[in-house]
């Protein structure tokens, strides 16, 4: 089983970070919360840190965790594993997704997500 991090990233008017895989790439045009694979030696929240600085060149504080998707790609068991976080430094640069919004909870119905997200939107909806 794949494990994988996922940030759920809030700003200050109580919006979440959403980010728009890249056309062309796998899952192309379908929307995710930033985060990916943990590195050998790695926890969760460093590899959390890692890929969100890599992936948007922000620093993140990564708070407390929110919950598990797991998901069966073909064969390819996936475990992501969501935490609440927040940015503390950087701007924005997008380097392997189309595009990023800030929208509310009850505005993620209205996007496509990743089969492995599409829980955690249920359940920040829920909540």
Same mark, same amino acid.
């Given at each position: 089983?794949?494990?994988?991090?996922? +940030?759920i990233?809030?700003? $200050?008017?109580?919006?979440?970070?959403?980010? *728009? %895989?890249?056309?062309?790439?796998?899952?192309? !045009?379908?929307? /995710?919360?930033? #985060? !990916? *694979?943990i590195?050998?030696?790695?926890?969760?929240?460093?590899? &959390?840190?890692? =890929?969100? *600085?890599? /992936?948007?060149?922000?620093?993140?504080?990564?708070? /407390?965790?929110? !919950?598990?998707?797991?998901?069966?790609?073909?064969?390819? !068991?996936? @475990? &992501?594993?969501?935490?609440? #976080? $927040?940015?503390?430094?950087?701007?924005?640069?997008?380097?392997?997704?189309?595009e990023y @919004?800030?929208?509310k @909870?009850? $505005?993620?119905?209205?996007? *496509?997500?990743?089969? +492995?997200? =599409?829980? %955690?939107v =249920? /359940? &920040?909806? +829920?909540?």
């Amino acid at each position: 089983m794949l494990d994988i991090v996922a +940030a759920i990233l809030t700003n $200050e008017n109580d919006e979440i970070l959403i980010t *728009k %895989i890249a056309e062309g790439k796998n899952n192309g !045009g379908c929307f /995710e919360f930033p #985060g !990916g *694979k943990i590195e050998n030696g790695e926890t969760r929240r460093e590899a &959390l840190a890692r =890929e969100v *600085k890599e /992936e948007l060149d922000i620093d993140i504080k990564v708070g /407390e965790y929110f !919950g598990e998707s797991v998901y069966n790609d073909g064969g390819l !068991g996936i @475990k &992501l594993n969501a935490f609440k #976080g $927040e940015i503390v430094s950087g701007d924005i640069k997008l380097s392997v997704h189309d595009e990023y @919004k800030w929208v509310k @909870k009850d $505005e993620l119905k209205d996007f *496509k997500f990743l089969p +492995a997200d =599409e829980k %955690i939107v =249920e /359940e &920040l909806i +829920a909540n």
